[in-house]
């Protein structure tokens, strides 16, 4: 009984055959987002072409809607979540529809519902389950016909607003990114509001895939007696939320852990309502999967004021010390960091630094003193703001930045939030985000796409009675008064990280303003949404970019050998897989989004003709 | 003032007015039906217009030019006032006839205008101000998709 379908030491021997699926979210248990196929390489990349593509025929322009999901492959059928968060089976080799299911009954098209990264595969003999949330609602459909399973959890769903060990009410409740399988358990994290008002709790949970029952719980904001609980000041372990799983977690199968990768805690930009650390906000957590457990944990972010969740889970990889093979979990991070430890202990590989932090002058908030900076890997994103990070792609553009640059708080970063108004950078996009990172084993590289767009983000005193004291004026980047980042380029890159030696093998901006480019500008790239995946084949494939392109670049040399202009953005993380003796990439171009582009309803597979 | 209503007047294709048509017994819904999902409250086509004014003032330039774009099936190019952020979900339906929430806290005394200008505030402060008045939930998924 196992969802991953082969083991990996067999995935390395038999690669043209195993791993011919895609049956997770992020490639494998380990989330190395990698193929081992190669029939795509360097040299033949050039004549890729689309094979075929599906329409969900559901994308919206009003709001605009947009597709996250990385689709599994399992056998010769493929899984994927539509804009409006449908599960559709199609033949992976044609793309012809197979069957489809719509959480929402009803009349439900004048609400947002949310985005979703995909789905989850389990199968025990001939029974074989999809298992996905929406709406806050864990479903279980059998793989082959989409079907509910009725003695799973009410009629085949499990309202996940129960059973959290805190009443949440109405509050805002969800799963976005795919729960991870170990044996015959489900384990899921959440996303909910991040604001000053009240949210719900981060807790992960496991889940019996059979009957929906809850099998165990972590307390990601502890209660009392529970390891971490003293670093939440007074009764505010009560109230406050998030410190959530939202971007995914990985499973080592072998040991029995499962691996998670914590949000901040809420409100997100203001914490005199939860003074103190706040474990295990921004936290690597390791657990023994079976129970919940913990075994050990790193908090990469003390007391977050800046939004920098963990976006994307950890990745775990076998590393070369001293001529001998090391297993590892890898976090990369909004604030550009990139956190290597011993995958058993938690024992950082490369040293961690306690740097001094700027405290606030903000009523009622107490910042951490420091916080942990890896000496190695270098920092794969800008380390704050200064004068010498304004833009130079025109005098306009520089004169008009650093002019409102006078009126803002700027520095390194963790420069704390202000009532003045504070440039964040890097931002709340990253670094890294949700797309996380790629992992060659053969390379011992990691490859990351990258984000260096500021944002600024001011306070204000709540109204009164408003029951918390500190709101904001919402999200905003900061950009020059034509809509351009405020930062010097490029905006947007693909990083390597030779992994065994710490070093940066390259960083390549991706994505660029047809404009600029016309200008006579150097490459720019582009905001990115989205996540990479590495192949055998020595090829990193990468769409993301804001000018809706799918690229392919060499993965020794951050060449970009390929491209082409999908119908819509990108802003999904590819897949790789072969039927019948061909290899194929897929990815959604569902456009919209944070990127906000015309949205598209499209999977667009390519293959070699 | 008089020039200033006038401009007013002509930037929209007819000179409309809702205090007239209030006045005659029109209520808002009649004209702004909510087609399903309910999203938006929609502006009524000419041939909507044309089932009263082929008898009433029929003989009015305006309302010939109305006719015009009935005949062409072509829909009267209003000037839209409001516009919410295309990221922005809102439901007249869930607000209007789930919520109760009478057409003028937002759009203002649209029965007593001639002409109609945006008189109310539709930023997101307002819409939140509201929701923490009415004890409707302010989280982001609320009304945005969260990406």
Partial sequence: MTSHRFPPAACLLLAAVCHAEWPWYAGDPGATRFSPLKQIHTANVTRLRPSWTFHTGDHRERPRTTIQCTPIVIGEVMYLTSPQLKVIAVEAATGREIWRFDPFSGDQEDRAKGVNRGVTFWEQGNDRRILFVADGKLHALEARTGRPIPAFGSGGVVDLRQDLDRDIGRLTYNVTTPGVVYRDLIVLGSTMGEGPRPSAPGHVRAFDVLTGKRRWIFHTIPHPGEFGHQTWEGDSWKTAGAANDWGGMSVDEKRGLVFLAL??????????????????????????????????????????????????????????????????????????????????????????????????????????????VPAQPAPFAPQGFTEASVTDISPESRAHVLERLKKLRHGAIYEPPSLQGTVILPGFHGGALWGGAAFDPARGRLFIPTNNVPWVMTLVPARTGAGFPMDFTGYHRFEDQFGYPAVRPPWGMLTAIDLNSGERAFQVPIGEYSELRNRGLPPTGTELIGGAIATAGGLVFLGASKDGKFRAIESATGRILWETQLPAGGYATPASYQVRGKQYVVIAAGGGGKSNTPSGDSFVAFSLP | MWVFFSILVWQQPLPFSHKTHAGAGLRCADCHTLAAPGRQAGLPPASRCMACH??????????????????????????????????????HRRHHVGGGIACETCHGPVASRDVLARETDLSMKACMDCHDQTSASNECHVCHDRY
């Fill in chain 1, 263 to 372: 949000g901040s805690p809420a409100f997100d930009f203001h914490g005199g309502q939860r003074l103190g650390d706040n474990l295990y906000g921004n936290s690597v957590v390791a657990l023994n999967a079976a129970t919940g457990e913990r075994v050990w944990h790193f908090q990469t972010v003390r007391h977050d004021l800046w939004d920098y969740d963990l976006p994307t889970m950890p990745v775990l990889v076998t590393l070369q010390r001293g001529g001998r093979p090391l297993d590892a979990v890898v976090q990369v991070t909004k604030t550009g960091h990139v956190f290597v430890f011993e995958r058993e202990t938690g024992k950082p590989l490369f040293p961690i630094e306690q740097r001094a932090a700027r405290n606030s002058d903000v009523a009622g908030e107490r910042t951490a003193a420091t916080q942990p």
């Fill in chain 2, 54 to 91: 082929r008898t009433i003032k029929a003989e009015s330039p305006h309302i010939a030019l109305l006719a015009g774009y009935e005949r062409n099936k072509k829909p009267v190019p209003w000037r839209r006032l409001y516009r919410l952020a295309d990221y922005v979900f809102f439901s």
